[in-house]
């Protein structure tokens, strides 16, 4: 951990704080990782290849993290390694008439070790309150065959409004688009 990164969560040993430059590294086979558990066993290698190596490379992280308007956090593990990761901006999502001032949880993954633990509701929380400040509507796309997420993503008030295809590759997977109503946790 960065000498000067602020702890935003602590728990057993596991902690929540921003991404800084030296966790590119990590940052990238933890996306990787996280996805391959989650998604890898759905696709086509090469399609998977193609996208691990835009979607999840040092460039892209390293670009959400030097974008002023986008925030990165990591947690580490009480082994010190990154076990979970988070990472929010100006919505991308392809919302039908986006409001103006629009906010995306772009992503939320955990080693599979850290499932169950608490520390989702740790990223929504930080993630949610750092949205809230910047923007006034919020969405956040996800699969629409991943009911974990989903529940995650309505216990904080989000509702789907819209269906979207994203692509890993050529493969056209089916998601949803989630925005976040008036509810509170």
């Known amino acids: 951990m960065s000498a000067d990164a602020i702890v935003e969560w602590e728990r057993d040993g596991v902690r929540i704080r921003r991404a800084v430059p030296a966790d590119l590294s990590a940052l990238k086979d933890l996306g990787t990782k996280t996805f391959m558990d989650t998604f890898g066993g759905l696709y086509d290698p090469k399609d998977l290849d193609a996208y691990l190596s835009e979607g999840h490379s040092r460039e892209y992280y390293d670009e959400l ?18 076990c979970g990761y988070c990472a929010a901006g100006p919505c991308g999502l392809p919302v039908d008439n986006m409001p103006l001032n629009s906010g995306e949880l772009y992503r939320l993954y955990l080693d599979a070790a850290q499932h169950g633990t608490g520390l989702s509701r740790a990223f929504m929380d930080i993630v949610i309150a750092w949205l809230e400040k910047r923007f006034e509507h919020l969405y956040v796309g996800v699969y629409s065959e991943n009911p974990r997420a989903q529940k995650l993503y309505q216990r904080y008030g989000f509702e789907k409004v819209q269906d979207y295809i994203f692509m890993v590759g050529e493969h056209p997977d089916p998601e949803w688009i989630m925005k976040r109503g008036h509810l509170k946790t």
């Open 65 to 82: 993290m030097s974008d002023d308007e986008c925030a990165v956090w990591v947690a580490d593990g009480s082994d010190g390694r990154l």
